[in-house]
T-cell receptor
Framework: GDSVTQMEGPVTLSEEAFLTINCTYT??????LFWYVQYPGEGLQLLLK?????DKGSNKGFEATYRKETTSFHLEKGSVQVSDSAVYFC???????????FGGGTRLMVKP | DTAVSQTPKYLVTQMGNDKSIKCEQN?????MYWYKQDSKKFLKIMFS???????INETVPNRFSPKSPDKAHLNLHINSLELGDSAVYFC??????????????FGPGTRLLVL
């Protein structure tokens, strides 16, 4: 079945550091890929998405590129802020259905 | 003007009770979902529902049942609550467009604690 694997956290960085959160997936066909963010005590918000190979999703300084050859969708940001502290979820959706399969989530902690 | 809302926000109850969680969306979406997030933050789909089709994750016990009075609402009813049902339950909605690329919008979650 479909699965998404993320690096385990927590990831602790200093403000303005470079961020990478790894995400790889297993799925049949050509899924759409998503990154969702969950701030403390809140629900999930879509951060960015990519729907086909080589697409790059970007939002709020975050970006991720859909790499079919490595089945990856790593999240990056050049300079993190304290306000980026949250749990980040990588997810996929197969084109044949509308249900998201999530990775285990990665907690990011950014210190001033 | 919250897009996806859930009530209650917190629910504490005894083992064996029956409870419901309500979800409403004002986005005009056709499809709604329920997800369960366990204590380790792992998120798993429970149901996907639109006016044509209910898709159930086969790992969900039949004590859980979605009920949709209309297109804007999808409530989650749980019978005979167990300790392991303690989790955060998220409702979500999206447009029902073939191709699997539609963004899902999530509610704020309902924190269920079974004692």
């Amino acid at each position: 079945g479909d699965s998404v694997t993320q690096m385990e956290g927590p990831v602790t960085l200093s403000e303005e550091a470079f961020l990478t959160i790894n995400c790889t997936y297993t799925a049949t066909g050509y899924p759409s890929l998503f990154w969702y963010v969950q701030y403390p005590g809140e629900g999930l918000q879509l951060l960015l998405k990519a729907t086909k190979a080589d697409d790059k999703g970007s939002n709020k300084g975050f970006e991720a590129t859909y790499r079919k050859e490595t089945t990856s969708f790593h999240l990056e940001k050049g300079s993190v802020q304290v306000s980026d502290s949250a749990v980040y979820f990588c997810a996929l959706m197969r084109n044949a259905g509308n249900m998201l399969t999530f990775g285990g989530g990665t907690r990011l902690m950014v210190k001033p | 003007d919250t897009a996806v809302s859930q009530t209650p926000k917190y629910l504490v109850t005894q083992m064996g009770n029956d409870k419901s969680i309500k979800c409403e969306q004002n986005l005009g979406h056709d499809t709604m979902y329920w997800y369960k997030q366990d204590s380790k933050k792992f998120l798993k789909i429970m149901f996907s529902y639109n006016n044509k089709e209910l898709i159930i994750n086969e790992t969900v016990p039949n004590r859980f049942s979605p009920k949709s009075p209309d297109k804007a609402h999808l409530n989650l009813h749980i019978n005979s609550l167990e300790l392991g049902d303690s989790a955060v339950y998220f409702c979500a909605s999206s447009r029902a467009v073939a191709g699997g690329q539609e963004t899902q919008y999530f509610g704020p979650g309902t924190r269920l604690l079974v004692l």
